[in-house]
């Protein structure tokens, strides 16, 4: 197969998405995508340059970098599924709402265009808060699915909601044969 892996923030999770990505390595053609804070913010959790350098490294190809690559990789058609891992509530809210003003919204844009799938690993403190209907929107949309995801921390932070990373192997085939694997709420 042939996949885009975008990242967004989410910094904390993106050790789980790398490790992830390099399951999907050995038998898939992998592009990997940035949001534009990923390509620019160095945080406690690593350096941003550190980030492209490894998703070269395991995927052999360079990220997409901006809303014009993304443009006009993607539209063409060729990739069997975009993976959004991890998908921040930021861009969740501007997939919810077909804002397209950034990388990786780009990149869901253009394969929502060629009607094909679009996996969604949410990681977000404000999932059972603000963020909450923009989950419930995009649940709705055609050609979107949604890695299963509960309540990290639900009592040192009560409305963050995460993915089940390993479960994004089995989100994506159910995908790419059109259906959601369930449940989708986790414990």
Known sequence: MKLLFAMCGS?????????TLKRLVPDN??????????????????????LK??????????????????????????FDAVIVAPCTGNTL???????????????VKAQL????????AIATNDGLGASLKNVATALEKK??????????APFEKPTSLISDFSLLEDTLLGALSGKQIQPILLK
Do not use: W
């Open 113 to 120: 265009r060629n009607q094909k799938p679009v996996v969604l």
């Open 93 to 107: 809210a501007k997939i919810a709402h077909g804002i397209t003003d950034s990388t990786v919204t780009m990149c």
């Open 29 to 50: 053609v992998i592009i990997p995508a940035l949001s534009e804070i990923c390509q620019n913010t160095d945080t406690r959790f690593g350096r941003a340059d550190t």
């Open 143 to 152: 050609n979107i699915y949604f890695v299963p995801f509960g309540q990290d």
């Open 11 to 19: 910094f904390c999770t993106h050790s789980t998405a790398i490790e």
């Open 53 to 78: 350098q490894n998703l070269t490294g395991i995927t052999g190809n360079e990220p997409v970098t901006s809303v014009k690559s993304a443009e006009a990789i993607v539209t063409k058609g060729n």
